[in-house]
């Protein structure tokens, strides 16, 4: 399956799962933006599943380079465990962690979770907003002394972050590692467009893409 076909069958994926929505949602930046993608509402096994494998696939298309997985607190644990799942389907088996939230203080202890951080890890995250738990991700793994080598996300929504660079590309510069999606919103702009049930929303999407992302 090429990159395109991939993240138009991701596209139409989430949209029939009701994960991305039009409308009018207010962002975590104060933008009224007239869809919205909540990874949450993949909520069933049958749709982690599907999900994991987007990832998988998406991940190996891009012919990404790491050794383990590390999915941030809390959307990236359930990321994490669904596409270390589907990459040992396709004969991948890939160690995995995540981080606690607050450190435990009895048994094992401490924030971290699952395999010990080494070598190159990609970090799984749903999208990139601000980018804080990216950076928290960062920060753990190179005290652990491994080396945190690239991010995978499922959809690139392409909006400015602090400057004239999305948020994808300022994680990208002050990381100096890549960021990959399943999709992005150029993705679901040529998937609107070839979609006549849902043309109604390809306009108010054409002017938020205007006014607040990066081509």
């Known amino acids: ?18 994960v991305l929505r039009f409308g009018e949602f207010k962002t975590k930046a104060g933008r009224l933006s007239p869809y919205f993608f909540n990874a949450g509402l993949f909520d069933d096994g049958d749709s982690m599943l599907k999900l994991g494998e987007f990832y998988a696939n998406s991940i190996l298309q891009s012919g990404l380079q790491f050794d383990m997985l590390f999915g941030p607190a809390y959307k990236g644990i359930p990321l994490v465990t669904a596409i270390s799942i589907a990459f040992a389907r396709m004969g991948h088996n890939y160690p995995y962690a995540y981080n606690r939230k607050e450190a435990k203080d009895h048994g094992e202890g401490g924030t971290l979770v699952g395999a010990a951080l080494k070598g190159r890890v990609l970090i799984i995250d749903d999208v990139i907003s601000a980018g804080t738990s990216i950076r928290e991700s960062v920060e753990m793994i190179r005290q652990a002394g491994a080396q945190p080598c690239a991010v995978s996300i499922a959809l690139d929504r392409q909006e400015k972050g602090l400057g004239t660079l999305s948020a994808v590309q300022e994680v990208e510069q002050t990381n100096q ?28 999407i054409e002017a938020y893409r205007a006014n607040y992302c990066v081509s």
């Open 177 to 204: 590692m890549p960021v990959v999606s399943i999709a992005k919103l150029a993705d679901l702009f040529a998937y609107l467009q070839g979609n006549a049930q849902l043309a109604q929303y390809f306009p108010a």
């Open 1 to 18: 399956m090429t990159a395109n076909a991939l993240s138009a069958d991701f596209i139409a994926f989430s949209i029939q799962k009701q």
